[in-house]
């Protein structure tokens, strides 16, 4: 396990109270470049660093360079590396029961949704369990704005004109847009520039708005959706067990005490990204929006099918009706 301690001697003093002495460096696995979404768990980093006084550090490598997006569980297994965040769609036969949260048209259309229901959902027994196997543990939800779709060639005006359409759409978006005669597939977010560029693909989807700046999908971009709110995808921030059992209670402390700053920082870092993105967007492209009668159609048709679907699909491996219900009665206390 990349983890290094070297015993520093007598406690040190930060803001009065006392702090392990112990020094200890973790790794943190993750894809693409720094941006808004890495923002919140470089501030767990900063925060960790600062209140031990520099002796817990965590390193965050970003790049896939030291794993392939798609693994990063498998690194937190294996102990390649102490912490990750990783996106349950990327390979839901890993974790069904996290896909619930992938599910699209759930109703969390505001930040507070967001965050309560997805923080509340890392406490979930099952998705604890889940993640027990792959000697895991969730440190934070790494919280995502609603999707929106950006593409190239035909703009879709009407929902009619997404029947046959090659989209990047990951876990419940993607089931949403087979609905609407879309071919969904699963593309990792370092490899859609170059899925649209050739072709591959004709729309991605992406966290709205800062992603598509991030993964310089403008700058090859047609046109863009604005309030299509299909959804969004989960992807937490993980630890390995085993690593996070060995620190010093205080350090266990200082990661747990980081979370809710994380969130506040993701939310300030998502509206910068909006100020700055949004209007380029809307200067370069042709801006796709739909009546609230067109939405209103889309999600009848793939939100509560979807979940039917899902609920079978995972009925006799888990209380797959259960998880989704949580789900929905967390959501309702933000209505």
Request: charged share 20%; glycine share 8%; with cysteine.
């Amino acid at each position: 396990m990349m983890r290094s301690i070297i015993v520093a001697g007598l406690a040190g003093l930060i803001g009065g109270s006392a702090i392990a002495a112990e020094k200890v460096e973790w790794n943190h696995s993750t894809w693409g470049n720094p941006r808004a979404f890495t923002k919140g768990f470089e501030s767990v980093a900063a925060y960790v660093e600062e209140k031990s006084g520099g002796n817990f550090t965590i390193k965050i490598h970003y790049g896939e360079t030291i794993s392939p997006s798609r693994e990063n569980l498998d690194g937190i297994s294996l102990g390649a590396f102490e912490m990750a965040n990783f996106c349950t769609s990327y390979h839901p036969g890993k974790n069904p029961v996290g896909t619930a949260l992938d599910l699209p048209f759930l109703p969390l259309k505001t930040w507070d949704a967001l965050v309560g229901v997805q923080d509340n959902f890392q406490k979930h027994p099952l998705w604890l369990a889940e993640l027990a196997k792959w000697n895991a543990m969730p440190l934070f939800a790494g919280v995502l704005p609603q999707y929106e779709f950006m593409g190239v060639g035909k703009a879709p005006r009407e929902l009619a004109d997404w029947k046959g359409m090659r989209v990047r759409a990951l876990g419940g978006i993607g089931e949403a847009m087979r609905k609407l005669g879309s071919v969904p597939t699963t593309v990792p977010a370092p490899e859609v520039y170059t899925s649209l560029e050739r072709g591959v693909v004709q729309a991605a989807s992406f966290p709205y708005s800062y992603t598509f700046g991030a993964y310089r999908l403008h700058e090859i971009g047609k046109w863009f959706t604005e309030g299509l709110q299909p959804g969004t995808v989960h992807c937490p921030i993980v630890m390995n067990k085993d690593a996070y059992a060995a620190l010093p209670a205080e350090y266990q402390q200082m990661m747990q005490d980081a979370v809710p700053r994380a969130y506040d920082v993701l939310k300030e870092a998502y509206a910068e990204a909006d100020a700055k993105w949004i209007p380029i967007y809307k200067e370069r492209m042709e801006v796709i929006t739909y009546t609230p009668e067109q939405n209103a159609e889309f999600e009848k048709l793939a939100a509560k099918p979807v979940w039917d679907e899902w609920v079978a699909q995972y009925a006799d491996r888990f209380d797959s009706r259960g998880v989704l219900d949580s789900i929905l009665q967390k959501a309702a206390e933000y209505k």
